[in-house]
């Protein structure tokens, strides 16, 4: 059974940082694409960043470019999200999520989710 468990949301000010993680587990992720997307309340769900389990491709929103890295520890079958300078629209549920296809911003072609992690930025 495949699980991908986000955590690390919170509150944070204007210009602060939080770092998310999610554990994935079930299956092995070698050939997947893992990506983060958001959810603002009122809001469609957003791509926010993608990178392939080998680590050879990374993609992201223009939105996000410049401030949030993703990244993956194979070992510890995670793949990370740092934020940093973090803006008040970046309020929303962050998902993790994973497609076995190629790398892509379209929440529809991601095969597995988690339950997502609260991030809420105060002005």
């Known amino acids: 059974q495949v699980q991908l468990v986000e955590s690390g949301g919170g509150l944070v000010q204007a210009g602060g940082s939080l770092r998310l993680s999610c554990a994935a587990s079930?299956?092995?992720?070698?050939?997947?694409?893992m990506g983060w997307f958001r959810q603002a309340p009122g809001k469609e769900r957003e791509f926010v960043a993608a990178?392939?389990?080998?680590?050879?491709?990374?993609y992201y929103a223009d939105s996000v470019k410049g401030r949030f890295t993703i990244s993956r520890d194979n070992a510890e079958n995670t793949v990370s999200l740092q934020m940093n300078s973090l803006k008040p629209e970046d309020t929303a549920v962050y998902y993790c999520?994973?497609?076995?296809?190629?790398?892509?911003?379209?929440?529809?072609?991601?095969?597995?989710w988690g339950q997502g992690t609260q991030v809420t930025v105060s002005s």
């Open positions: 079930g299956r092995t992720f070698d050939n997947y694409v």
């Open positions: 999520a994973a497609t076995s296809g190629t790398m892509t911003r379209w929440a529809f072609s991601y095969d597995y």
């Open positions: 990178k392939t389990w080998s680590g050879s491709s990374t």
